[in-house]
């Protein structure tokens, strides 16, 4: 299985991060990342359709708000805080207080 592609921290746009971020599915994904160490992507399809979900996931990682690797047979996934916060300070925080 090929590793999964992330942008690096200093690559990160915040047009593509707020893209991401403007759809309600992708916005629960990440809100729920926000709140646990790291989560599986099965723990995170609502069930949904697999490729509905790797479809958000993948606009999640080439965004760079979601780090993906695979473990297994299961890929772990967790929120890039520190990397958002550091490019985009107060950013996450504000969107993640918004219900």
């Not at 299985?1 to 992330?6: D, Q």
């Not at 069930?47 to 965004?63: D, I, N």
Request: aromatic share 6%; proline share 4%; glycine share 8%.
């Amino acid at each position: 299985m090929r590793p999964y592609k992330h942008p690096a921290a200093g690559e990160l746009v915040l047009e593509r991060v707020l893209y991401a971020l403007s759809d309600s599915i992708r916005l629960d994904i990440v809100r729920h990342l926000a709140r646990v160490e790291c989560a599986t992507c099965g723990e995170l399809d609502g069930g949904r359709p697999k490729s509905t979900v790797s479809h958000h996931f993948k606009v999640l990682r080439e965004a760079g708000l979601v780090f993906t690797e695979s473990t297994g047979t299961s890929h772990m996934n967790t929120l890039r805080r520190s990397e958002l916060d550091g490019r985009f300070p107060g950013l996450l925080a504000a969107i993640l207080a918004q219900h």
